[in-house]
């Protein structure tokens, strides 16, 4: 009979270790560390970079001057990015009106005293810029998207 007791207590003491085992891979499994570390381990967030946006400096119109009902230096061209602004000034010693065709805005120049121009630049294309009375183009805008 000693020897069934000492089997069993033998059993009994592998059936112990087996258990502990099973219980620490279990408990290994189930507390190992994730992909993420624990919340005090984490870097800090990086605060959102704020970046103060200054807006492009307004460039001063386009200068077109008329001296015997034409533009001096020849027709003026002009390139605008879409959502830009269209600006140019003309100055002319006789009193004229200036059509921006497409846009179909027109101003009058009186004598010696210059019309400006500063359209939002709605509407891609090609567009002339003439002395309507004269039917003479001063100037070629050109909106690009």
Known sequence: ????????????????????????????????????????????????????????????PARIVIKNGAPVGGVRELTVPQGGAIRFRVESPEP???????????QPAAAGAPVVFNVEATITGVFEVELEELGVQIAKVSVEP
């Open 96 to 106: 004229v009106t200036v059509h921006l065709h497409g846009y179909d805005i027109e």
């Open 1 to 60: 009979m000693l020897r069934l007791r000492h089997i069993s207590r033998t059993a009994a003491s592998i059936a112990v270790a087996a258990v502990v085992v099973v219980i620490a891979i279990i408990a290994f499994v189930a507390l190992r560390p994730g992909d993420e570390p624990p919340v005090a381990q984490r870097a800090p967030a990086a605060a959102p970079q704020q970046t103060a946006t200054q807006p492009a400096p307004a460039r001063a």
